[in-house]
């Protein structure tokens, strides 16, 4: 699992003078406002072997695509993904959709030899996954890239903290404690958006807060976990419908009702080869919790903690230190040595959610110019989506332990 490299030094230019990776993004709203913020940014701020150039833009209702296109600084537009793909003018496709449509999308892109970045859970199914990681493969060979967009890697205090992990310094990893807590569900009258239908999003807070977790855990682990015993829940079973276009992770409400069918609250253990034990807890209902992302880790010799509500800020218990001054110390990922902070503001000025795209995009940039596989490719993205089947294959069995297929 790479770490992320160091720009030179930041540089003064646009970088107008190097060759374009044109890009062509397929849904517009919460992720592809992000992505564009990515992809806008990342060559005015880092040093960029290829400029990335916001081509293409494809959403399926006309007049609402050519406004985000101006909105978000996209040279043209499209209704059909198909048409973008078609486009001989794109290089990369970017996923923004939900699920349902990631592997169709993707096996296309790759089929009419464009590099594909694809927002995570990599698909609905496992077997969906499968065929995606191997048209990734195959492309490969022909110099095409695919990576999965797991941005909490890009965090600096989550790259920071994996590099610890790397260079040993909490020693053998005994546990990994991982949640993800949300709570824009916790109203029983929430519309039923395409988040809670299983045929759209694939599972729930599982696919959706879950995949994110278990890639953190695995990443920062630095192996894969080995089984699973797990725990989900629906705890409201009808909603209203929704109605009009969601923003973000809420819609406006129409007449009727539907059916929720998939989790709402997913809770699992984990072993990895190595002997160490996790616990994940995924959760919409967290009253009052945002997008609490939080982690320890615990070592031989030491322990790391990290909640994505105060992402600038890593916690460190150096277990080798006397007890009598030993304690957790707040470590402030802002200076110029940590990752991916060089190219940002002066130390203490900090960073926040957008800028894991802008990190997203410019470690996929700097993988299509060296050809080298990308961090995390679709075979890592196919390995999580087995991991969350185990998760559903075990609660259906009463929390019985499933390995994890390989
Ligand atoms: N990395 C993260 O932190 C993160 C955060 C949120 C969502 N996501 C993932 O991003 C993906 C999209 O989620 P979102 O929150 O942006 O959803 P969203 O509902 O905000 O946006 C989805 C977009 O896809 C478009 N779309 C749907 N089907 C389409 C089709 N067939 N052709 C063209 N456009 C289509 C919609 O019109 C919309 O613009 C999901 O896979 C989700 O799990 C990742």
């Known amino acids: ?40 940014t990342a060559g005015r ?97 022909r110099g095409q890239l695919a990576m999965v967009g797991f941005n909490y890697r890009r965090v600096p205090a989550t790259a920071l903290a994996r590099q610890m992990v790397a260079d040993g310094r909490i020693g053998t990893l005994r546990h990994v404690r991982v949640s993800y807590l949300q709570d824009w569900l916790v109203d029983p009258q929430a519309p039923l958006t395409w988040r809670l239908r299983r045929e759209l999003a694939g599972s729930g807070s599982l696919g959706d807060l879950g995949a994110h977790i278990v890639d953190l855990a695995q990443y920062l682990a630095g192996e894969p976990l080995a089984g699973v015993s797990a725990l989900t829940e629906t705890f409201v079973r009808e909603r209203p419908l929704p109605g009009g276009a969601a923003r973000g992770l809420s819609a406006a409400t129409a007449a009727g009702t539907g059916q929720v069918t998939v989790d709402d609250a997913a809770l699992f253990t984990g072993r990895f080869a190595s002997g160490a034990l996790a616990s994940f807890e995924a959760t919409r209902y967290a009253t009052g919790r945002k997008n609490a992302l939080r982690l320890e880790l615990n070592g031989a010799r030491g322990s790391l903690a990290f909640d994505l509500e105060r992402l600038n800020e890593l916690w460190f218990h150096d277990g080798t230190e006397p007890d009598t001054h030993a304690g957790f110390r707040r470590i402030l990922v802002t200076e110029p040595d940590h990752p991916y902070v060089e190219a940002w503001w002066p130390p203490g000025h900090g960073l926040g959610y957008e800028h894991t795209f802008v990190h997203q995009a410019r470690d996929l940039v700097h993988a299509v110019a060296e050809g080298r596989r990308p961090d995390p490719s679709f075979a890592d993205g196919l390995q999580v989506q087995r991991v969350l089947a185990a998760v559903e294959e075990s609660a259906e069995k009463n929390s019985v332990y499933t390995p994890i297929a390989v």
């Not at 030094?9 to 592809?32: D, K, N």
């Not at 927002?119 to 199914?125: M, R, S, V, Y």
């Open 1 to 40: 699992m790479g770490q992320p490299e160091q720009p030179e030094g930041v540089e003064e230019s646009t970088g107008a003078q190097r060759p374009p990776l044109r890009v062509g993004m397929v849904g517009y709203a919460f992720m592809g406002a992000a992505h564009s913020q990515g992809w806008r």
């Open 45 to 141: 701020v880092f040093d960029l072997p290829l400029r990335p150039e916001l081509a293409v833009i494809c959403g399926r209702d006309a007049a609402a695509v050519r406004a985000a296109a101006d909105r978000h600084g996209w040279a043209a537009a499209e209704t059909d993904w198909r048409d973008l793909i078609a486009r001989d003018d794109v290089d990369l496709v970017d996923i923004c959709t939900p699920g349902d449509s990631h592997a169709e999308i993707a096996l296309a892109a790759l089929a009419a030899g464009k590099h594909v970045l694809c927002e995570k859970p990599l698909a609905n199914t496992v077997e969906e996954a499968e065929a995606m990681a191997s048209a990734a493969e195959t492309a490969y060979e």
